[in-house]
């Protein structure tokens, strides 16, 4: 093939090739979306999320997760954490909120949320932010994977690095409903069918033990559902009598079939609309 050949198939490739992402300006904002195709972080003028205060039946993982926020924003050595458990118990709400808890003491620390779809380009975003001056927490919401799902290799950018390494100024948070990020079931289908079943699931398995902080979450009891809406009608000033209250909440989680914050918030949500009350 001539050289003026090869010019030709480099200048081809080059064209539809995704240009390197520019780096936004940071100050513009506290929080960021990142996108691909093309490659780029959307500054998020207001993050949807609620008061610190308001998470209740949390305690410990609330502590746990801010003092490491906390190190992690002075510069000093964090672990990446893995927020697990039951639906609708505030994970990802935890994670917001401790962004925001960070920021009103004072430090410096951006959010960036990656969709789990876009893990394949986490590295592209690990190149933009490693030479930012800025600290950056990764989050990515409802994290889980399949069989024949290859994004998790994507995600091992994050949490080990290879031989880059992570970089000094990114730290990664993932909420998912499973402890192994994978289902039960799945485990024990490729266990049962593998040559060596142990090497089968190890890899999938093993990328949960690289999370430094496993944090679980667990269904609430009927006492902290009502403390969670009691909380609520206290900061947004809503004013319901107890036993009226009682009675609401419980058949509105009856009707629904769990109890959990996102259930509280719902059944809030449409008490404060009943009473007139915006939020």
């Known amino acids: 093939m ?14 539809i090739s995704p240009k390197p992402a520019k780096a936004p300006d940071f100050s513009a904002a506290d929080a960021f979306v990142w996108h691909v195709d093309p490659d780029h972080l959307e500054p998020v003028a207001k993050v949807n999320r609620v008061a610190l205060d308001l998470l209740v039946g949390v305690d410990r993982a609330r502590d746990t997760l801010l003092e490491n926020t906390l190190q992690f924003a002075r510069g000093l050595p964090a672990n990446n954490a893995l927020l697990w458990g039951a639906r609708g118990m505030g994970k990802s709400s935890l994670v917001k909120a401790i962004h925001a808890a960070v920021l009103e003491q004072g430090l410096a620390l951006k959010i960036v949320e990656v969709q789990r779809e876009d893990l394949p380009s986490i ?8 030479g930012a001056d800025e600290r950056f927490l990764l989050f ?3 994290l889980s994977f399949s069989h024949d799902d290859e994004h998790y290799k994507s995600l091992k950018a994050v949490l080990d690095g290879g031989v880059i390494g992570r970089p000094e100024n990114v730290v990664f948070y993932a ?9 039960r079931d799945m485990i024990e ?5 593998a040559i060596n079943p142990s090497e089968a699931v190890e890899e999938k398995v093993s990328l949960s033990d690289r999370f430094g902080l496993w944090l679980g979450f667990h269904a609430c009891s009927q006492d902290k559902y009502l403390d969670m809406i009691k909380g609520y009608c206290a900061a ?25 914050g996102r259930v509280a918030w719902q059944y809030f949500t449409d008490l404060a609309g009943r009473t007139g009350v915006p939020l």
Do not use: F
């Not at 590295?123 to 490693?130: D, F, K, P």
């Open 123 to 130: 590295g592209r975003l690990l190149a933009l932010l490693r």
């Open 175 to 183: 909420t998912s409903n499973r402890r192994h990020l994978m289902p």
């Open 2 to 15: 001539s050289g003026k050949a090869l010019k030709r198939i480099a200048a081809a490739l080059e064209r």
């Open 140 to 142: 990515c919401d409802d």
């Open 189 to 193: 289908n490729e266990r049962g069918s």
């Open 236 to 260: 947004y000033g809503v004013t319901i009598d107890d036993q009226t209250l009682r009675a609401e909440a419980i058949e509105w989680a009856a009707t629904r079939g769990s109890r959990s």
